[in-house]
């Protein structure tokens, strides 16, 4: 299975290089090639460099050097911005827009451990669910939420932990809040489920049961991602 949160993000920030045989076996490279491979910006636990995703998910290049050329074309907007850098981390559940191509994805990871696209509607890439890691309470009875991926926002709303918002990437403001609950549909994080989507039945204590196609299995909540 792929390296969990923590370890990739330690991985991406230690290492200047990569080797293709140490890299994260959720990366959709070829085990054979250069000695070397491109390594993300630290910034994003779960993450792959922009350059693999044009070349080697979504086969929009086949080498280095179109790679770059793509790029410096601003054809790619990643969670509304247009981004021109390699090494640039894209990260789980981070959108993805090709205007002149007419094609939108969400990243995912699917049942594999392997990074892949969900294709969605084009409205849809300026919004974007983030699980809540953490909270710290302010003044004025705000909230600042630790997100996933290492995102903070400030807010009033009466929010848990593990539960998720989805917000406006261009207004950096929470469109909703997704709480943690019996019959909320969900996205594992880790674990032998990793990549799959399920429904909550029931949350006992730090563990969901969770109905994974017609099967049921006790997950952490810490690994639970609440998408709807």
């Known amino acids: 299975m792929f390296l969990e949160c923590k370890e990739l993000g330690v991985l991406q920030h230690k290492m200047a290089h990569l080797k ?3 890299s994260p076996k959720s990366w959709i490279i070829p085990r054979k090639g250069t000695k070397y491979v491109l390594i993300a910006y630290p910034g994003k636990e779960i993450s792959m460099p922009l350059g693999m995703l044009v070349r080697d998910l979504l086969k929009l290049t086949s080498i280095k050097k179109e790679t770059r050329s ?19 981390p894209v ?13 939108f994805y969400r990243i995912i990871i699917n049942e594999h451990g392997k990074f892949d696209v969900q294709e969605i ?16 309470s302010l003044k004025n009875g705000k909230m600042q939420l630790n997100l996933f991926n290492g995102r903070n926002m400030i807010s009033d709303k009466k929010v848990k932990v ?11 403001s929470i469109l909703k ?11 594992v994080l880790g674990g032998k489920h990793m990549g799959c989507f399920g429904v909550v039945e029931k949350i006992i204590e730090r563990n969901a049961k969770v109905k994974i196609g017609k099967e049921s ?12």
């Open 20 to 22: 293709r045989l140490a």
């Open 217 to 228: 299995s006790e997950i952490p909540l810490d690994k639970i991602y609440v998408l709807e």
């Open 162 to 172: 593990n539960d998720s918002v989805v917000v406006d990437l261009q207004k950096n």
């Open 121 to 136: 509607k084009e409205n849809e890439v300026n919004q974007k669910p983030y699980k809540v890691m953490g909270k710290t």
């Open 177 to 187: 809040h997704i709480p943690l609950k019996d019959g909320a549909s969900i996205y």
């Open 70 to 88: 793509f790029l410096k074309k601003k054809e790619i907007m990643i969670d509304g911005k247009v981004i021109e850098e390699e090494k640039f």
């Open 91 to 103: 990260g789980l559940f981070d959108t993805v827009a090709l205007k002149s191509l007419g094609k």
